[in-house]
DNA sequence: AGTATAATCCAAAACGTTTTGGATGTCAAG
DNA sequence: CTTGACATCCAAAACGTTTTGGATTATACT
């Protein structure tokens, strides 16, 4: 039912191929057959079938993008974000999105198989990486085209854009030190996360660079979530030597200490600091407003796609490691204000 | 250099035919020929080739699913958990995802176009449904199989799950009644929305149960961020007589008015009650703990996407127009507790 | 022996596009 | 009148799969 190339190559009377490259521009079409032609496929509402087109091409004109969730309930607002850049980069080069959400393991690699050796898409976008990260590994090994949000440890070359979180949680650091705080906690990620262990360096090296001793007590490892921020915060603060101030290695687990302060009757920014890392919108607007290191989210997804699109259009990138510098976003959860 | 059906049928000596029915399990094959082909297709690594199979077949296995952004900086967390319904369902029926961000418009609107002309894919999520809504009247004068998830006010027949708004609205003011307000601010959603309109009845429904005369300046249109909450918050409360309680109808707006509350020195849950709608996780955790009316937005992707597979596969639904009904959840910020 | 039945296989067409490698006709220059 | 250049057009192949409609051979039954 739909209208294909050879309807309107009936229909103008000529064959499929010069419609087709009338449609596509080619100089040798008369003028006067192509304005039939481009008129025709108007009036008969053609539209190219995508697939025919791909099988031919042997382009997808698709990029993919799993989403890595943790758990059935996955709500962060940093993903939708991050999927809004990606999605509205993408748009501009008229390429198609392909999402999959997958919880890192056994499935998320499979779904990377599907996509790269069914030829679902022409490059991937890999986001948070991990030590020894297997889905790169994967892409490497296949020489498939992608781009990294996030270096490795992997001993080898590949595409990527990464906030440098040690610099960024190091500042966030010694701006508390200067506030005075000595017992500062620190909830971090799991660290086979690379950017948990970046920013964990950072805070040591602020540590040691003012010569505090870390106490390994004060450093517990969350799940990024609200939930988990506000567990480890009331663990740290219900110390019968709790720390003055709190860093959460993202904001969502800052809101969650906030809240955990609260509900043992501690007044953020008074009693004890909270700060985190990302500045969703949400921080911005937490009470009291949430000190945080910020890295333009939007912005990434937009960045990381436009590389992607750069490898896929000229076979390698200018410039294929990128690492942008936070900013340190100070506001009123650690009392400086 | 992928391997094609064509290369096992050489390595084999059979046809591709053979191979291919072997493949697909078709009973005209001997066994030990088969055993043969899915030996060697395994040790060849063969993948089908998904444009070439959805040529042939005229299925993507595709379902597409557009998310309205609003302005560039968008960041919800009601999107990436109703995302991650939707895409661990798609993955459950070996569905691939196209995801495309537009602001609700003329973009939009191509978008759906795209996918739907260029034959992209089978079916189409639709969500956030609108007055007169251009998405839904656009699919079905072309035919095109979709689910929505919210009704329409057009006089026309579609697959749609919903959830209550109105009747959700309706307890949720009812309870802040009940514990005396009298007096209850009301930030909406733009009235095109059509979630927004049914929880704006709810609202309405409930005041003129209780004998309570509408106060129209009390009802303000926000834009569903925190910010706008908040702006929408700090309006309200900072009337000559403001009002006693405050319902937004959506949890990113309420956390706004909290932290409106706040910044004018009022305590939330004493001084004034607030109230959203959705819960999402970060609703148990605000400070103090939102009362909000609960949509399983993760079960509600999950089913909006069974659905769609149930209309393609069977070309109808058994039960075309879901409303489920949501739940009040009474928790600390509207002081009843 | 002939004939129906079953088991196994495959050539070719089809999906809708793009691209290759000419074919045909026209016109100007020699 | 021939030649070359140019403008315009198109048949056919190709992309990799699935499916149609038999073909072939072996087996079982009169």
Redesign the interface.
Known sequence: M?VTLKDIAERVGYSITTVSRALAGYDDVAESTRQLILRTAQEM?Y??????R??RTRR?D?IGFV?P?HG??????????L??GI??EA?RWEL???????APGE?EIK?YERMV????VDGLLVVRTRRQDPRIAYLLEKGFPFVAFGRSDLEVDFPYLDVDGRQGMRELTEHLISLGHRRIGYISAPLDLMFASHRLEGYKDALEAHGIVLDERLVLIGQL???SG?EAGRVLLGRREPPTAVIACNDLMA??V??AA??LGLQVGRDVAVAGFDD???A????PPLTTVRQP??EIGRRICRMLVELLREGSLREPHVILRPRLVVRESCGSI
């Open positions: 739909p509402g539209r190219p079938d995508a697939t025919a791909r099988l997808t698709t989403i969730t059935p309930r996955f709500s962060d607002p940093f993903f939708s974000e999927l809004a999605g509205n748009a198609d999105l392909l999402v999959s959400t997958r499935e779904a050796t069914e030829r679902r979530t609200e939930q506000y809101l969650g906030i809240s609260q509900s969703i919108p949400l911005a607007h937490a009470q989210i939007y």
